[in-house]
């Protein structure tokens, strides 16, 4: 399996530990998360997401799979927490040192 990036690593760790002004670091200034569809760009917009359905929900991500697709990184992942519990497919675009897309599907 290779290895979670860097930047990646950071947020799964910031969104595992509930640490919210961390998880929002891990994106770049105008980062998005498309959450099934629903886009959420820009710090304010990303947090509002994660107060209500992320982080605020406790969720905690254990990935299974971590594939580089060579345009991002697939990490498959057991979901925990307060709100959807079971496996579920996260896309990763990084920018540098940050992420700037994070996809959620199933």
Do not use: C, Y
């Amino acid at each position: 399996m290779p290895e979670v990036p860097t930047p990646v690593r950071r947020l799964l760790d910031a969104s595992n530990a509930g640490d919210h002004t961390r998880f929002l670091d891990s994106f770049t200034a105008d980062g998005a998360v498309d959450d099934w569809g629903r886009v959420f760009r820009g710090r304010t917009a990303i947090g509002e997401w994660s107060a209500a359905e992320f982080i605020g929900k406790q969720v905690t991500v254990a990935p299974t799979s971590v594939t580089d697709t060579g345009e991002g990184t697939v990490v498959i992942g057991q979901v925990g927490g307060n709100g959807f519990n079971g496996p579920s497919t996260f896309t990763f675009r990084v920018d540098g040192d940050q992420v700037s897309l994070m996809t959620i599907r199933e």
